[in-house]
């Protein structure tokens, strides 16, 4: 089991950046493929990032490619996701998400509570 906590959301404006982070606790932190999911208001929550227990394997939604970086620090039990050139349609609180596998991201898994991220005009 594990348990995760999101954190560096805020108010920015389009062009800027942010670095969220997701916190783990529990041994088995290593083992599990992490994603970054968000949800705006209104819509269904999507798919933003995934990175393997290895960091090995990377996945990106289209609409993030060449701006958001995923990343994992195993020893600190962290993974990140680094947000550059932010636009307003970022808008949407972001999760963090745990997973057998990239391939098997948006199955069964544990989930954070959320952080707000928005992007002013």
């Known amino acids: 089991q594990v348990q995760l906590v999101e954190s560096g959301g805020g108010l920015v404006q389009a062009g800027d950046s942010l670095r969220l982070s997701c916190a783990a606790s529990?041994?088995?932190?290593?083992?599990?493929?992490i994603g970054w999911f968000r949800q705006a208001p209104g819509k269904e929550r999507e798919f933003v990032a995934a990175?393997?227990?290895?960091?090995?394997?990377?996945d990106y939604a289209d609409s993030v490619k060449g701006r958001f970086s995923i990343s994992r620090d195993n020893g600190k039990r962290a993974v990140y996701l680094q947000m550059n050139s932010l636009k307003p349609e970022d808008t949407a609180v972001y999760y963090c998400?745990?997973?057998?596998?990239?391939?098997?991201?948006?199955?069964?898994?544990?989930w954070g509570q959320g952080t707000q991220v928005t992007v002013s005009s």
């Open positions: 998400k745990s997973g057998i596998s990239i391939a098997t991201i948006n199955a069964t898994g544990y």
């Open positions: 529990g041994r088995t932190f290593s083992a599990y493929a």
């Open positions: 990175i393997s227990w290895s960091g090995g394997r990377i």
